[in-house]
Structure formats: C-alpha cells, structure tokens
C-alpha cells in the first residue's frame, strides 16, 4: 500500500496552459506506474490560469475514490467566504486537510489571523499541512518558513494536527525537535529534490532522514509525499526504499500514517510494497 500524501495538479511548465484533467490524467497514469494506491492533491494559495482553484480541484476529483482533496488557503486574500466554502466541502468529506504556505506569503504560522483556519481544522478533526523550508520560487522569503515557528502552533493548538510539509528541508534537525517534542506534530518527506534524485545528493539526504528516525524515534510522525510533478514518483519510491527500514516502519511511512491522519479508509486494498 501506498499513499502519496503531497501531490498537485499545478502545471508548472507556465509557457503553456494545461488542463486540469490533462494534469489529472498525467497523475493518474504516474499512480498506476508506480503502483501508488491513493494521493492527496493539494491546491494552491493563490489561483491562476495554471493553479485550480480548490473547487475546481473538488469537482474534478469528487468521483475518484482514491484521490483526496487537501484545500490551500491564502494569507493574504481568504475572505470569510472562502472559510464557508472550504467547511461545505469539510462537511461533505470532499476535503481532507488544509494547507498554508508561509514563505511563499510574508506570514508566520503563528499570526493571530490563522486562528481561524486552525480552529476550523480542529472542528472537523482535518490536519493542518504547513509549508517548510526552502521555496520553489526564488521570491519565497524562507525566515518564515522555519519549521521552529511551527512549535508554537503545536503547542497552543494541542488538539491541532500538523504537518511540517517537506521536513523543513534543510532545517531537517530543527523539524525532528518539532516533531519529536509534539504529538500532535507530523512531517511530511516531500520536495526534496527536483526531477529525480542524483547519487550523491540521495545518499546525503538518505543520511538526513535516518538521523531524523534515529532522534524522533519509530515514524508514527512521518509521511510519504513526494511533491508531484515536481519530483518523480519512481526515484521518490526509491529514495524511500533506500531508508533500508524495517518493513513496519516503512509501511507507517508509505501509508499507515497517512490513513490515520487524514482518515482514509483503505479498506482490503492489496499490498504495493
């Protein structure tokens, strides 16, 4: 079983436009390839003729039983509106999760103005996914997407679940006390390359994450993501693989964490691993 917990139907490549279901469809056909059981698609902060907004995300995916919503918010721009839409789709089960992005917006997870969004989160018991570390785009602004401010959502929030998207790369040590201090704190492993990974820079961040799982302890905290299509799905599996865990512990990554946190019944799917 596999669950990819950090997907998108961004299309990236801005020099042309690309249909939602294109997009769709190229990540269905990724999931078969490689075996890829279920995926969370996350929506962007802001929306574009190449980022979908979150219900046209919804009603692209609504009649798909293995792909889940997670709904991105912006900072800067939610409206109370957006906040009653996106609990419709809570109620409804057509979102799974909520996702902000402090760095790609000037924001610390911290503000006041989130309160909002977290205690809506808490209401339908959805995670919260937090960006972390470094940006995509060279305008991001990183010291607010230090997962160390994350701490403190974390700790006024206890009943708040969290993902630290990314492992706070390359603040990686930093996300381990994180996650390791607060129950109610997970990480997820995606976008830590882009494309596929390369030899050495592999066996630096395979040395990266072990260290994590040496210092946080078993990873009931830890999730499989990738960050699709920025990073591939097959050097991904791999990557994760090469962890040379024990069989349980890669499987609360590959898949039990994920189905726990975002209550994805997964039924009596067969093994991908």
């Not at 839409?85 to 924001?107: M, N, Q, R, S, T």
């Amino acid at each position: 079983m596999i669950i990819d917990c950090h997907t998108h139907l961004n299309n990236y490549h801005e020099e042309r436009v690309v249909s939602i279901k294109e997009c769709l469809d190229k990540l269905q056909a990724d999931m078969h390839d490689n075996s890829v059981d279920y995926a969370m698609v996350l929506s962007s902060y802001k929306i574009t003729e190449h980022r979908p907004a979150t219900r046209d995300v919804v009603s692209a995916t609504r009649d798909l039983d293995n792909i889940f919503v997670v709904a991105g918010i912006s900072y800067l721009h939610y409206k109370e509106r957006d906040l009653r839409e996106i609990a419709d789709f809570l109620a409804d089960g057509l979102v799974k999760g909520l996702k902000l992005y402090p760095g790609y917006e000037p924001f610390y997870p911290h503000d006041n103005r989130l309160q909002v969004i977290y205690d809506l989160a808490m209401e339908f018991d959805v995670p919260v996914m937090i960006h972390s570390g470094d940006t995509y785009s060279p305008t991001g602004k990183v010291r607010y997407s230090h997962p160390l401010h994350i701490d403190d959502v974390a700790v006024d929030n206890p009943d708040l679940k969290l993902v630290i998207c990314h492992v706070g790369n390359p603040w990686i040590r930093d996300c381990m006390e994180v996650v390791y201090k607060n129950e109610n704190a997970h990480a997820d492993i995606s976008g830590l390359v882009l494309g596929d990974f390369e030899d050495r820079f592999e066996k630096f961040m395979l040395q990266e994450i072990r260290e994590m799982i040496l210092y946080a302890g078993e990873p009931k905290y830890l999730l499989y993501g990738t960050d699709w299509p920025i990073c591939g799905m097959k050097s991904y599996l791999k990557f994760i693989r090469g962890l040379g865990l024990p069989e349980k512990s890669l499987e609360l990554i590959l898949w039990k964490n994920a189905a726990r946190l975002f209550k994805i019944d997964v039924g009596d799917q067969p093994s991908s691993t």
